[in-house]
DNA sequence: CCTTGCGATGAATCCATAT
DNA sequence: GATATGGATTCATCGCAAG
């Protein structure tokens, strides 16, 4: 498992690692090839925000282009009827148990798992959690404010997302969660984001105040970065993986800057020192 | 299907039925088999909240009475305990899909199931739901206040349960929504209660006005009969199914104050006019 | 009438012990 | 060792009594 870790670069670096500091590790590759390269028991949380569809309900939608794919999930995915889109469904739930059953290797012992899922993926996240080996141990809604969520016309609006959660195991410790949690989370999705879903900081900050001073996050899917925001804003050490270059180099600008030690300037400047890993 | 209402009393009445009027008629009976007496199409919503089995990870927590295993501390809330809350986790799916699947039949098309349920069961549920042929549409959250739920130290609390809803097939007319519906349910279980699971009449009146003036909405699991309650409160005809004699008695009771036509007096004077029903 | 204090409550969950 | 059982635990809030 820890293979990898042996043959790459020097300083013991996995060949998949972007730019790693003491206090946070991007890596630019496949979540499931990255994880097989993290030591076990070496992480406290899992806290990642999954692509929800993995590629639409139905193989026509998964040919289309990224942007328009999730800019349509919404009214696409509820009108498709259960019987047509089993198949896909199977295999999003299979994935997801595959990525979860090797974090669960990488999470210590009584660590969490928290993952963020839409309604529609609610049922499939919690088999493949349990699948994972996880025990599964509730649902938290994350409500959206009116006006960041697609109405319909005389229906309930898709208004809430959903936060499931698990540990490794037993669970005999208190997390840190704030006695005046309010049992579920406001947040109103960011007005400028860089990501299509990605998410408010305020509930990322909640989140991650769960996991002890000092701990390690890790995000397997970090899409814009905003799970490594929220760690090192608030003394967590952090572990990304994310597959595409843009977001990764997205990601990597965003935490650097929470870090304090982005470069000012324009973008241009700052992709180059973004460089310094290899995207491959 | 309908054999039972041509061999049942005269006026064509189903031997379950326990008390009827042009606007209520309650049965008293099993779920599945008053279900078969029930004429096709000729429902616009079911509106239930079926027993959750829910309250523990090994089967044996889910056995023996209802009331010993929900109350846990002082006075019980209700001596009766009630019925169909004793199976695992399969069976739980295997059933609700079988009273679903039957359901199907007797909601006309286009016609709504809503369903409660607790965050353990809401996959299962789900399931069940499509299973039983129904189009899932979406999950509504029901957000208790803090002080009717269990917290726990350092954790997540259950502050929430769950309402899914789906369609007998298309859904291509508007429902019932207020337009400024806020997306989840807040409501209090009432203090004084006469069923443990007994719902917030609020919560009901919201979820009643769905369906259109003057419709019909269908309760397989009564308890108590709030559902009844916000259906006659609001101008829609019900029908009621529930098992247990004693809650039988509470829902016409409680429905029957809510049209108007209760008797004054004590408890004794009430149950005499109760008494024109078969508890067989 | 307002404040303080005390006891009761919750569709529960955990863990040590027994089988 | 796995499963079943019983008792302890959880705390914000509410109702009600007392001050």
């Given at each position: 498992m820890t293979e990898l870790l042996e043959s790459g670069p020097a300083r013991g670096t996995a060949p998949s690692v972007r730019w790693s500091t003491d206090r946070c590790t991007i890596h630019q590759g496949d979540a499931l090839a990255v994880l097989a390269s993290l030591p076990s028991d070496s992480v406290d949380a899992l806290i990642t925000d999954p692509p929800y569809s993995s590629g639409g309900m139905v193989r026509g939608d998964r040919m289309g282009s990224t942007t328009g794919?999730?800019?349509?999930?919404?009214?696409?995915?509820?009108?498709?009827?259960?019987?047509?889109?089993?198949?896909d469904q199977r295999a999003y739930g299979y994935w997801c148990a595959l990525w979860l059953s090797e974090a669960l290797r990488v999470v210590r012992p009584?660590?969490?798992?928290?993952?963020?899922?839409?309604?529609?993926?609610?049922?499939?996240?919690?088999?493949?959690l349990q699948a994972g080996g996880w025990v599964w141990r509730g649902i938290v809604p994350w409500v959206k404010p009116a006006g960041t969520y697609r109405p319909q016309a005389g229906r309930f609006a898709a208004q809430c997302e959903y936060v499931v959660w698990g540990s490794r195991g037993e669970l005999p410790v208190r997390m840190g969660i704030d006695p005046t949690f309010s049992g579920f989370f406001h947040g109103r999705t960011p007005r400028d984001r860089e990501h299509i879903a990605q998410k408010p900081l305020?509930?990322?900050?909640?989140?991650?105040?769960?996991?002890?001073?000092?701990?390690?996050?890790?995000?397997?899917?970090?899409?814009?970065?905003?799970?490594g925001v929220a760690a090192v804003a608030e003394g967590r050490r952090f572990v990304g993986v994310e597959v595409v270059d843009h977001y990764a180099a997205t990601a990597e600008r965003r935490i650097r800057a929470a870090m304090g030690d982005a470069v000012p300037g324009p973008d241009g400047q700052t992709a180059l020192l973004l460089d310094d890993g290899d995207p491959g």
């Amino acid at each position: 498992m820890t293979e990898l870790l042996e043959s790459g670069p020097a300083r013991g670096t996995a060949p998949s690692v972007r730019w790693s500091t003491d206090r946070c590790t991007i890596h630019q590759g496949d979540a499931l090839a990255v994880l097989a390269s993290l030591p076990s028991d070496s992480v406290d949380a899992l806290i990642t925000d999954p692509p929800y569809s993995s590629g639409g309900m139905v193989r026509g939608d998964r040919m289309g282009s990224t942007t328009g794919k999730y800019v349509t999930t919404g009214r696409a995915v509820a009108d498709v009827p259960f019987a047509g889109d089993t198949r896909d469904q199977r295999a999003y739930g299979y994935w997801c148990a595959l990525w979860l059953s090797e974090a669960l290797r990488v999470v210590r012992p009584s660590g969490l798992a928290i993952l963020f899922t839409d309604w529609r993926q609610l049922p499939t996240t919690t088999d493949a959690l349990q699948a994972g080996g996880w025990v599964w141990r509730g649902i938290v809604p994350w409500v959206k404010p009116a006006g960041t969520y697609r109405p319909q016309a005389g229906r309930f609006a898709a208004q809430c997302e959903y936060v499931v959660w698990g540990s490794r195991g037993e669970l005999p410790v208190r997390m840190g969660i704030d006695p005046t949690f309010s049992g579920f989370f406001h947040g109103r999705t960011p007005r400028d984001r860089e990501h299509i879903a990605q998410k408010p900081l305020d509930v990322m900050l909640e989140l991650i105040r769960i996991v002890p001073p000092g701990g390690t996050v890790l995000d397997l899917f970090m899409g814009s970065g905003t799970t490594g925001v929220a760690a090192v804003a608030e003394g967590r050490r952090f572990v990304g993986v994310e597959v595409v270059d843009h977001y990764a180099a997205t990601a990597e600008r965003r935490i650097r800057a929470a870090m304090g030690d982005a470069v000012p300037g324009p973008d241009g400047q700052t992709a180059l020192l973004l460089d310094d890993g290899d995207p491959g």
